[in-house]
């Protein structure tokens, strides 16, 4: 298995390139602001081809560069149906302070634009990603499994410390902990999570540190109800 990934523009969005190994054909996860000349610089790199990209959410740090990169390589961008109208008005995920700071930003949808659903296995170079809906902090965030491998692209629903901000149009806070409650929880101490910001982490160690989870852990079981816990991160 091949991960290689950087932070993109102003918004240090991670940015990833998934493969099997080096010379063979890989997915491109979330390429946000700035990002064309780091992705062509991987692809080079590591003598890949992509077949598609595959987005987290449709938040403009995550989908900023997704049209000129498959534009340039003919492939599909993959993203749910509930953030899809992101893809080509961005200003809709912004709040008004957003709105000013961005005003006048334009995107356009990719020719070919696909739609994830939860549960869906994407078979795409090589790869078998299972899509899980994990909306909170938009209402199409989704993360990406690659289960064998016990790896999870968490976009902006889970990082190191901390999970995605709710206060965005869109976003809910009982919503997001659903989320994490469902889809993360449940996983190995030993997955590995690669988040839209910031460094890797582990279910493992999310669990025992994260004031999230572990409040969630916690609280359930104490009997009580959500966690209240630290400050959120995300665009």
Known sequence: MLIAGFPAGAFQTNCYVVAPAAGEECVIVDPGQDAVDGVDELLREHRLKPVAVVLTHGHLDHVWSVA??????????????????????????????????????????????????????????????????????TRGSVSFRLPEDEIMFS?????????????????????????????????????????????????????????YLKAFSDDLASGEGAPHAGPTRGI
């Open 68 to 137: 000129p990169v498959c534009g340039a390589r003919d492939i599909p961008a993959w993203i749910h149906p509930d953030d899809r109208d992101l893809l080509s008005d961005p200003a809709k995920g912004w709040s008004d302070t957003s709105a000013q700071l961005f005003g006048g930003i334009t995107l356009s949808e990719p020719d070919d634009v696909k739609e994830l659903s939860d549960g869906a296995v994407l078979k795409l170079a090589g790869l078998e990603l299972v899509v899980d809906h994990t909306p909170g902090h």
């Open 155 to 211: 976009g902006d629903l889970l990082f190191a410390g901390s999970i995605g901000r709710t206060d965005l149009p869109g976003g809910d806070y009982p919503t997001i902990l659903r989320s994490l409650a469902a889809k993360c929880l449940p996983l190995p101490d030993e997955t590995i999570v690669l988040p839209g910001h910031g460094p890797q982490t582990t279910i493992g160690r999310e669990r025992a540190t994260n004031p």
